[in-house]
């Protein structure tokens, strides 16, 4: 063991000697290792992302939310617009009819939230908060994966009685309650009063995430459907009061009669805002997509005034586009790599013809061929992991740039420093061997006799 130290020592103190030459060569090392790390933090983040998302739009969920009825320029020019109108007023739009058809009719269905949405200012003692006031069933908190952070959710008997409670986001706390605590107080939503059950801790929804159905739930303040029906307002009864040319529409408002003479032929016709279907397996969503465009087809007299999308799937989609994105750039990575341990290689063989002369005294004074192997390979190893080692730190601090600089996340993990110090070393021991058989098959006399 000592004189594999002692030989060990002699190529430390050849790298330090020629330390301008093994910094030139240990580049390919450190730009490599940087690069392959970089890329892999990439994708990593890019990763997490699209798992963030999925949890957000929760698993195996289908999302069907109602379809502008707008006429395209083509019906407009061909004079269809009578014909459209005729035929939207046989569909009522997306109610709760639809949500319970869909549940008892399919069986790969596990559950069904609808939700009923209204942009509505939220007072308390003076502040102020445009607020989006939701109806849902005790199955939205689940679906969306949706954490207490105080209090609780609707209990059996609130959902039933439509009672007039609310679960609200973080963003309506610190608005409305900066210095108390919510549970138990009372807010007043449109002409309604609801008392705080319950706070959601709150989860960060991205662009993409809103783009696959899926709201930023912080500003919310949720209800009970039926509670939203009966104390708020029924949309479905709107568009019948519309349909048949009606005046007056009559609903329950905080415990007493309200009366409306007025309907806004832009206000939706649709009693739901979305319906989101949860599905047993994965394997099942796009066999329940079919079941349910059936249903909802014969259900609204053919028109086509529903969206239906399937998160997980477009998620995947994009994260199999990506994965094959991250390949390449790896690939690209890790080339940069590859030429650096030729480089090594390429250095090492000059290093050799020029310290032939070297290696004849070592193997007359007794230096075997394992030994003067062992010495240039021990050489080649030190400047990979050197350039390895600054390679991972250069290749941190590049990640860490990537997100400052811009709106890609970056995720360095572990197994990406270890994959990338690893290959590093392998190049190191790869590229060396040649070099260190050719210096030790050195013949010593010749080597002697060379100036």
């Given at each position: 063991m000592e004189?594999?130290?002692?030989i ?11 330390k301008f ?8 090392i ?12 990439i994708?990593?983040?890019a ?16 999302i ?13 020019a ?22 319970n058809?869909?549940?008892?009719s ?11 949405i209204?942009?509505?200012?939220a ?7 445009m ?8 199955d939205?908190?689940?679906?969306f994966?949706?954490e ?25 706390v610190?608005?409305?309650?900066p210095k108390?605590?919510p549970?138990g107080r009372?807010?007043?939503?449109g002409?309604i ?6 706070v ?7 662009k993409?995430a ?8 912080n500003?919310?303040?949720f209800?009970p459907i039926?509670?939203?029906l ?12 519309s349909?048949?040319g ?12 309200v009366?409306?003479?007025?309907y ?5 016709d649709n ?9 047993k ?23 086509d ?6 998160p ?11 994965d ?7 690939a ?10 030729i480089?090594?290689?390429n250095?090492?063989?000059?290093s ?6 070297e290696?004849?005294?070592r ?10 192997i ?18 991972i730190?250069?290749?941190?601090i590049?990640?860490?740039l990537?997100?400052a600089?811009t ?18 070393t392998?190049?190191g ?7 260190a058989r ?7 006399v ?6």
């Amino acid at each position: 063991m000592e004189r594999y130290f002692l030989i060990l020592s002699i190529s430390l103190e050849a790298v330090i000697t020629n330390k301008f030459r093994s910094i030139l060569t240990a580049l390919g090392i450190i730009f490599g290792v940087a690069a392959v790390i970089a890329m892999l933090a990439i994708g990593n983040g890019a990763r997490q992302e699209i798992l963030d998302q999925i949890k957000l739009v929760g698993l195996n969920n289908i999302i069907i939310t109602p379809k502008s009825q707008a006429l395209s320029e083509d019906d407009a020019a061909s004079g269809d617009e009578e014909s459209k109108e005729i035929n939207k007023k046989f569909s009522q739009g997306l109610t709760i009819k639809d949500a319970n058809n869909i549940l008892e009719s399919i069986p790969t269905v596990e559950s069904v939230s609808p939700e009923i949405i209204y942009t509505t200012p939220a007072i308390r003692k003076g502040n102020n908060l445009m607020v989006n006031l939701s109806g849902v069933t005790d199955d939205f908190f689940t679906l969306f994966n949706q954490e207490l952070k105080k209090g609780n959710y609707f209990s059996a008997e609130q959902i039933e009685m439509g009672a007039p409670v609310c679960v609200i986001g973080p963003e309506v706390v610190a608005k409305l309650f900066p210095k108390t605590n919510p549970i138990g107080r009372q807010i007043k939503c449109g002409a309604i009063w609801l008392k705080v059950i319950g706070v959601l801790k709150g989860v960060p929804v991205s662009k993409k995430a809103e783009g696959l159905g899926v709201s930023s739930y912080n500003r919310n303040v949720f209800i009970p459907i039926k509670t939203i029906l009966m104390r708020f307002k029924d949309r479905s009864l709107m568009a019948q009061s519309s349909m048949m040319g009606g005046g007056t529409v009559m609903f329950f408002g905080g415990g007493r009669m309200v009366t409306t003479t007025s309907y806004e032929a832009s206000e939706s016709d649709n009693q739901l805002s979305k319906i989101v279907v949860q599905v047993k397996e994965s394997s099942q969503l796009e066999s329940t997509t079919e079941a349910i465009e059936h249903i909802l087809s014969r259900r609204h007299m053919g028109v086509d005034d529903f969206e239906i999308k399937i998160p997980e799937l477009l998620l995947k989609q994009e994260q199999k586009t990506k994965d094959i994105f991250n390949i390449v750039l790896g690939a690209i990575a890790g080339i940069s790599l590859i030429v650096g341990g030729i480089g090594i290689m390429n250095i090492m063989l000059a290093s050799v013809m020029e310290r032939i002369r070297e290696i004849g005294v070592r193997r007359a004074i007794g230096a075997t061929k394992k030994d003067i192997i062992f010495q240039f390979l021990a050489e080649a190893m030190l400047i990979s992991i050197t350039g390895g080692l600054i390679g991972i730190l250069v290749g941190v601090i590049m990640a860490n740039l990537i997100t400052a600089s811009t709106d890609i996340k970056t995720i360095v993990s572990f197994g990406s420093i270890m994959l990338s110090f690893g290959v590093a070393t392998g190049v190191g021991i790869i590229f060396g061997w040649l070099p260190a058989r050719k210096a030790a098959d050195q013949d010593p006399v010749e080597s002697l006799r060379h100036d």
